[in-house]
């Protein structure tokens, strides 16, 4: 059936250091992805919109050049966080709507990113 | 985009026990959608209400859509402990080009 496979699903990186996660739709085409960042006990905050073929579009207060997102096929976007720091670590998870009526959210199970 | 709100931010109950959590959000809407999430883990999608419905049900869960105040609530009837999680609401908005906006979340713990 139709899922979001995301990895890694924990990664632990020294400061300075870029890390890239990997959003994947099984079974489905996903010409939008979403990435959303949760701090502990926090809700979900949406950090960008990533299109197929397209730039991302990013929330208000996100950096984009922080914060890369490539979506170069219609199963995969990637969220690279580019010269991490302590302050990034944080639960990154990606999401897809199946379908073409644009209502039910398919998630990832996240990435836990922790960085030293 | 703002959040919406949820309360209570945190509810423990007994086992079989019924569990209820609100919502409220800020701005015209297509539908409200209810998530679950286990800690550390992505979201799962529980139910979804459009912005013409006011109830729906679905096995042992309940949910109400009060589009004049804004509001939704989601009961759980029956609970167990495995409904232990976190429940989040999210919004639809109609100026949101599908983006969802997050309701703050209910932290559930079902004692056995």
């Known amino acids: 059936g139709a899922v979001v496979s995301q990895h890694p699903s924990r990664v632990i990186c020294k400061s300075g250091t870029s890390v890239k996660i990997e959003c994947r739709s099984l079974?489905?085409?996903?010409?939008?992805m979403f990435w959303y960042r949760q701090f502990p006990k926090q809700s979900l905050m949406l950090m960008a919109t990533s299109n197929e073929g397209s730039k991302a579009t990013y929330e208000q207060g996100v950096e984009k050049d922080k914060f890369l997102i490539n979506h170069a096929s219609l199963t995969l976007s990637t969220l690279t966080v580019t010269s991490a720091h302590p302050e990034d670590s944080s639960f990154y998870i990606c999401?897809?709507?199946?379908?073409?009526?644009?209502?039910?959210?398919?998630f990832g199970s996240g990435t836990q990113l922790s960085v030293l | 985009s703002q959040q919406g709100e949820e309360d209570p931010q945190a509810l423990s109950i007994q086992e079989g026990e019924n569990a209820t959590m609100n919502c409220s959000y800020k701005?015209?809407?297509?539908?409200l959608q209810w998530y679950r999430q286990n800690s550390g883990r992505g979201l799962v999608h529980l139910i979804l209400?459009?912005?013409?419905?006011r109830e729906k049900h679905s096995g042992r869960l309940r949910v109400t859509l009060d589009t004049s105040k804004k509001s939704s609530s989601l009961l759980i009837t029956a609970s167990r402990a495995a409904d232990t999680a976190s429940y989040f609401c999210?919004?639809?908005?109609?100026?949101?080009?599908?983006?969802?906006?997050f309701g703050e979340g209910t932290q559930l713990t079902v004692n056995p």
């Open positions: 079974d489905f085409q996903a010409t939008t």
């Open positions: 999401s897809a709507y199946r379908g073409a009526a644009n209502e039910k959210l398919l």
């Open positions: 701005t015209s809407i297509n539908n």
């Open positions: 999210a919004s639809d908005e109609e100026t949101s080009g599908s983006r969802l906006t």
């Open positions: 209400i459009r912005s013409n419905e």
